[in-house]
């Protein structure tokens, strides 16, 4: 669950500069894009919004390198400008280079990861390296960061507006981050390794996506699916029937280590074939082996880390963070590690137990503990899975729950569209409406799993929202739930219902965006603020007055009973020790790697992995890490690199915000504006610790989080 890494280039898109104060207007030459190219022209659909229904793949490739050019020659005029350095005439027109790359980019980022082909597939290979050198065109242009750091370093006469110094201060921190201090030698060095860098991480992605695909479980046995409903073998079969596979069952991976089915399967040996298809998944030795791949990824940053004048690539990545700091990271995990850890050694025992109650004779694997797990809870809980997911029909958990919560605390109201070309079908397109009623966004939700489109969850801007660029944002949504066999209804566990409401938080960090200036807007922030809108909408999941709002059971219509929310809600705080422990090994692996200094050298991936693990204490075997090294897209291939620990981090802040709820009444319409007030509608306009403690009153604390949790937190 994430926010879509945009392209390396931070800088904010528009069509002409904009000179003032009698500078020159220097016209860019004529575009080279055919007119018959659908992006040559803004759309003239609603918001802006490409046109799908004209697009072809071809379109993609020259429209991108066509904005590269443009936004290049934009970029070259506001360095080269012999006039005397004024906001206007840098920083603003900074903000409105390159429309025709923003538009095409924003369109190529959502179709490449949620409908692909091997066109655009290679397509990514090739553009990377060069969006990479767009990005080193400006940050290290000498001429340019002489302009902005004149301007910087006469701020306090430039007599800007808080959001205007804020911008400022931003260009400065990214041009010196981006290396714009280094000697030209220096430099070049550097763009060769971030060139090299883009392409191993489109590369990655792709071999990721393949690798997946083709390591989805094929079964040849029915009775080998023991323990799954009629309804997930239907969907097996029509997932193998697809693939010519007639008579078999085809069980796709998901992103994570773990697997949905690992639940229900009662075959240990099919749920040991699926761990290990899943965990095996890009370690085959073929061509979609990723683990050189990566070993040269965290090699390259490393080295890009020494150039900078940083000890490791997480240090260098840190400084513009919540947590400035590895080592601040580190410190937050000591107290997290040793409990969740301790945690999940109970539920151990607890699942344990009931394997040699039953006669197992055999010690938990990590195959196993879903399975049992969930046999513990019902036995703890009395609550079955399969007793509550008739009750989440996905359609009504968008409509009825995650709409209807954003109405009650925000006054949003939603109405669909059926005009506007998607880009696959299964996508819905609605027009949002803000409290008093004017529609301003467009969101597209796009929530059944394909073969091509990338595992996991993400939202991310087809438009973004700037009122210098007079946009308005256009938000989707992109999850991978199972699609239905025809006939039967869509219903989604409610891990999934909360997956829909985390996605949509960042949706709403979107949506009610209200900066100035493109660069600062939405979901611009750090990415340990970002997941903080997120997973606070999660908790609306649970609320008694949403819950039973979309929770109706598909064929009765009755509503969840209370008692069965109870058991939902008391079923909640299970396994957290788990959960904790798997997101947290996970995380700490990503910090191994991204702290490794450019003299280290990994020759092996796996021993590496198995090495930093077990320094952390992450030695029980029965409790894998959420992702492993080969298969972490997150921090290969999705800008969350030495940041994964972002969803810990926020954890922490979402939960003391909550709480803040919770002491003023919960969800109401006051509560829902003066959280989209303070947090939703800033962008990155303040410092992120400000931001929270004006909302929350004091600075965040981890007490919320440790209740939640149910972890004595150190």
């Known amino acids: 669950m994430s926010i879509l890494s945009k392209i390396p280039i931070v800088l904010s898109m528009a069509t002409l500069l904009s000179f003032t104060n009698g500078d020159p207007k220097p016209t860019p030459k004529k575009s080279l894009l055919p007119v018959s190219n659908p992006f040559s022209k803004i759309s003239k659909l609603p918001y802006g919004v490409p046109d799908f229904s004209k697009i ?59 409908n692909t082909n091997p066109v655009l597939q290679q397509l990514q290979e090739d553009i990377a390296p060069k969006l990479t050198a767009l990005n080193d065109a400006i940050y290290l242009n000498g001429k340019l960061y002489k302009r902005v750091e004149k301007l910087y370093l006469n701020k306090v006469n430039l007599g800007l507006d808080k959001e205007s110094a804020k911008l400022l201060a931003y260009y400065h921190q990214q041009f010196i981050k981006a290396g714009a201090k280094l000697s030209d030698a220096d430099k070049t060095t550097l763009k060769k390794l971030n060139e090299e ?76 074939k699926l761990f290990e298809a899943s965990w095996s998944r890009a370690e085959k030795g073929d061509s979609n082996d990723t683990r050189t791949t990566i070993v040269r990824i965290a090699n390259i940053r490393a080295q890009k880390a020494k150039l900078l004048g940083f000890k490791s690539y997480a240090a260098w990545s840190l400084q513009d963070q919540m947590a400035e700091t590895p080592e601040a990271v580190e410190q937050f995990f000591a107290k997290l590690v040793p409990s969740a850890i301790g945690k999940a050694k109970e539920e151990a025992a607890d699942i344990q137990t009931l394997i040699n109650k039953q006669n197992g004779g055999f010690e938990v694997q990590p195959w196993d503990w879903d399975y049992y797990s969930e046999q513990v809870r019902k036995e703890k809980y009395n609550l079955d899975e399969s007793e509550i997911t008739p009750y989440f029909q996905l359609d009504k958990v968008l409509e009825k729950g995650v709409f209807y919560a954003a ?30 009623g004017k529609p301003f966004a467009l969101f597209y939700g796009d929530y059944y799993k394909r073969d091509n489109k990338n595992g996991g969850a ?76 997120s997973q606070f909408n999660e908790h609306w999941a649970l609320d008694s007055k949403v819950l039973k709002h979309y929770a109706v059971h598909y064929k009765t219509g009755a509503t969840i009973p209370q008692a069965l929310v109870d058991k939902i809600k008391k079923a909640n705080s299970f396994n957290k020790g788990y959960s904790q422990t798997e997101v947290l090994a996970a995380a700490s692996l990503d910090l191994k790697w991204h702290n490794l200094s450019s003299t280290d050298e990994v020759k092996d991936a796996d021993v590496f992995e198995n090495s930093a693990l077990k320094s952390l204490g992450f030695t029980f075997g029965a409790v894998p890490s959420r992702y492993r090294s080969s298969y972490f897209l997150h921090i290969w291939g999705n800008g969350y690199a030495a940041g994964y620990y972002a969803y810990e981090w926020t954890k922490m802040l979402e939960e003391d915000a909550f709480s803040w709820f919770e002491e003023h009444g919960g969800l109401t319409r006051e509560n829902g504006q003066r959280f989209r007030d303070l947090i939703l509608s800033k962008g990155n306009t303040e410092d992120y610790n400000t931001m929270f403690k004006t909302f929350r009153g004091h600075k965040p604390d981890l007490k919320p989080m440790e209740k939640d949790l149910g972890l004595p937190i150190k």
């Open 458 to 533: 993400w939202m991310s801007n087809l438009v973004g929202q700037s009122t210098l660029l007079n946009s308005q944002p256009v938000i989707y949504n992109i999850c991978n739930f199972t699609k239905p066999a025809a006939g039967q209804p869509a219903l989604i566990s409610f891990d999934d219902v909360t997956t829909m409401f985390h996605e949509f938080g960042h949706g709403l960090h979107g949506l009610f965006a209200s900066q100035k200036y493109p660069t600062l807007s939405g979901t611009n922030v750090a990415r340990d603020y970002v997941e903080f809108p």
């Open 407 to 436: 109405n009650q605390l925000y006054g949003l109201t939603f109405k669909e569209r059926h005009d506007i070309p998607v880009y696959q079908s299964d996508v819905r397109v609605f027009e949002v409406y803000d409290k008093d």
């Open 197 to 272: 860098e883009a392409s191993l991480g489109a590369k990655f992605g792709n071999q990721l996506l393949s690798a997946a695909k083709e390591g989805a479980l094929i079964v040849n046995d029915s009775t080998e699916l023991a323990g799954l409903s009629q309804e997930q073998k239907d969907n097996y079969a029509q997932g193998a029937k697809a693939k010519k596979l007639e008579g078999k069952w085809l069980i796709p991976l998901k992103n994570t280590t773990q697997q949905p089915p690992l639940s229900s399967l009662s075959v240990r040996a099919t749920r040991q």
């Open 56 to 114: 072809k793949d071809s379109d993609y490739q020259p429209a991108l390198e066509e904005g590269i050019r443009q936004q290049l020659e934009e970029v070259k005029q506001i360095a080269e400008n012999p006039a005397t350095p004024t906001f206007a005439n840098t920083l603003v027109a900074l903000e409105k280079s390159g429309q025709l790359l923003s538009r095409v980019n924003n369109a190529f980022g959502l179709v490449s990861g949620a």
